[in-house]
């Protein structure tokens, strides 16, 4: 991918899951509880401080931290 400068991708909820703000960071909007399951998807929760993502073999949310 060149010249990207800032996409937003949606799931079906309308949670903007992350920014592309360079080719080598993600920004990741903050929220505070879990946005609803999907295997895969991940997510800055501003509470807890943690970058979780969703294991859907164990159905769960984990800690990347």
């Known amino acids: 991918v060149s010249n ?11 949670v903007v899951v992350a920014n592309v703000v360079s080719m080598a960071a993600l920004q990741f909007t903050g929220l505070s509880a879990d946005p609803t399951a999907s295997p895969g998807l991940m997510y800055y929760n501003s509470i807890s401080g943690e ?9 769960q949310w984990q800690s990347l931290n």
């Open 51 to 59: 970058l979780k993502i969703y294991n859907g073999v164990l159905a």
């Open 4 to 14: 990207v400068a800032n996409i937003s991708t949606l799931n079906t909820d309308d």
